[in-house]
């Protein structure tokens, strides 16, 4: 293991090589969100004088206690949490090195937990096999980043909308800027993320501050009925001002809540909001006119996003891990689905049911959940960005002796593990413990999302062929041990819950 010294245009930073490729760990992008910078957009990091030694991952965001994904780590969380990490191939094949394809990872986690670190989201198989510059980023998350406390601002004090978006949009300005230094294409940058990071790519996309930032897009799993309308948005921030023992307009008591404070009250936000307002999501974006001017979806079938490829996708059973007794991510019972009709009286209880003729049972409360909160959205998206862009859609069908003796099949989630190709961390090493079907499917995942990262395109000629998408026949790659297209797998879906209006987001 040796230093590596890189000079960006914030400073000098070392890193380290280990197993062919080299690892820069906890680069500060930005100033740190903290004092009168709390509760305000990112700012561009300052520059250093010193040499910035980053051979370790820094704060992962303030959040609830047990947040992250995995179990296989332990990071530190403060408010200070703004930073990136880099992987680069270490091999040098070339004489004059090639600028090498780049591809930035946000990671998922329902807005509220998550981070960078977790091993299941290591780069260095991208950088190994893909000969890829891979790059990860903290954000904030729950109160301090996706809460809009904007109705809070006065003369004295300004809380801005969409704080954990500008974070993402500045992380990408900092690697346009500086990913050269590390050996990487600035004009072949690829924004992938999972969940809550897919609906950070698709958010990203439809915001006018990203332009020339990044040049194609994966999204696995994105939930775009996490954009919320001023009153859904205002009502979740009025909730966490009472899980904070706060009066509701105490914005100068928000400015002294302490880190732990933020933590519980997005944990009680989380474990609640569904019995408030079951189908809602409580964190997420706003639809501000600016940052954000309209909802992921009105700005996909309105054609108001990047003009770029995109690869996206869900899994077969996306609710599986959602519909739940103890804290439920989505109506989990008969009394919460009735409640979600009384708060919409636009939507046709009677109409919608008659489609999940064994309800309340629970594999009709987690078809229902999926197809309103994923493959309908993502029908959408996926019809309407195809008309002039490519466009590859997928669906994880692979299940493990394991999650199909758990009774949760192809889960949210699931697919990370072999799109990143790593199959030995705690988490990954007990739900893929088979003998050839996870190297299988994660050889060939791995393969398609490095094609497209490098050339906009998953085929490479030697593998099953990838159609590309369009809104006629909507062929949709299924991945799982044989490779095979799946034709308007998501018809009923989309049929069922295409133009409908959910707390004021309309599809």
């Not at 080299?22 to 561009?44: K, T």
């Not at 394809?101 to 260095?124: K, N, Q, R």
């Amino acid at each position: 293991m040796s230093d590596i010294i890189i000079e960006t245009k914030s400073g000098k930073i070392t890193g380290y090589n280990n197993e062919d490729a080299i690892q820069y760990l906890g680069i500060p992008y930005a100033r740190p969100p903290v004092g009168n910078r709390r509760f305000r957009r990112a700012e561009p990091v300052e520059k250093w004088n010193c040499t910035l030694s980053c051979d370790h991952f820094k704060n992962k965001a303030v959040q609830p206690d047990g947040g992250q994904i995995t179990p296989d780590n332990d990071i530190p969380q403060d408010e200070d949490c703004l930073y990136l990490n880099i992987w680069t191939p270490s091999k040098k094949t070339e004489k004059i090195p090639e600028k090498k394809p780049v591809l930035v990872w946000i990671h998922g986690g329902a807005f509220t937990i998550g981070e960078a670190s977790a091993v299941m989201y290591d780069g260095g198989n991208f950088a190994r096999n893909g000969d890829i510059v891979f790059v990860s980023i903290q954000y904030r998350l729950g109160i301090f980043g996706f809460t809009d406390f904007s109705y809070l601002s006065d003369d004295e004090l300004t809380f801005d909308t969409n704080i954990g978006l500008s974070d993402q949009i500045a992380a990408l300005r900092w690697i346009k800027e500086n990913i050269e230094s590390f050996g990487g294409d600035c004009e072949n940058i690829c924004l992938m993320g999972e969940s809550a990071g897919a609906s950070s790519v698709l958010a990203i996309m439809a915001s006018p501050y990203s332009k020339n930032l990044f040049h194609k897009a994966i999204s696995q799993s994105g939930v775009c009925s996490s954009v919320l309308e001023k009153e859904m948005a205002t009502l979740w921030a009025q909730k966490a001002m009472e899980h904070l023992g706060l009066e509701k307009n105490d914005g100068k008591g928000l400015m002294h809540i302490c880190p732990e404070q933020a933590a519980d009250a997005s944990l009680t936000l989380l474990s609640t909001f569904t019995d408030i307002a079951p189908g809602a999501w409580p964190a997420g974006f706003i639809v501000d006119g600016d940052i954000l001017p309209m909802s992921i979806i009105e700005a996909f079938k309105t054609g108001n996003v990047l003009d770029i490829p995109l690869l996206i996708g869900t899994n077969k059973d996306e609710a599986a891990l959602f519909v739940r007794e103890n804290s439920p991510w989505l109506p989990s019972t008969k009394e919460q689905v009735d409640r979600m009709f009384e708060l919409n009286i636009n939507l046709s209880k009677e109409d919608i049911l008659a489609n999940y003729p064994g309800h309340p049972d629970l594999p009709s409360l987690k078809e229902m959940g999926m197809e309103m909160c994923f493959t309908c959205d993502n029908t959408i998206i996926m019809d309407s960005h195809s008309k002039d862009n490519d466009t590859y859609a997928y669906r994880f069908d692979y299940e493990t002796i394991i999650t199909k003796k758990l009774g949760i099949g192809s889960f949210h989630g699931m697919e990370i593990m072999f799109a990143f190709n790593n199959l030995d961390c705690e988490l990954t090493s007990i739900l893929a413990h088979e003998t050839s079907g996870p190297s299988i499917v994660s050889k060939n995942m791995h393969s398609y999302w490095i094609n497209f990262i490098k050339n906009s395109n998953p085929n490479d000629n030697k593998s099953f062929i990838w159609e590309k998408y369009d809104g006629s026949l909507r062929p949709v790659l299924s991945i799982s041990e044989e490779m095979k297209t799946l034709h308007d797998p998501h018809k009923k879906a989309y049929n069922i819950w295409n133009d409908k209006t959910l707390y004021g987001l309309k599809r």
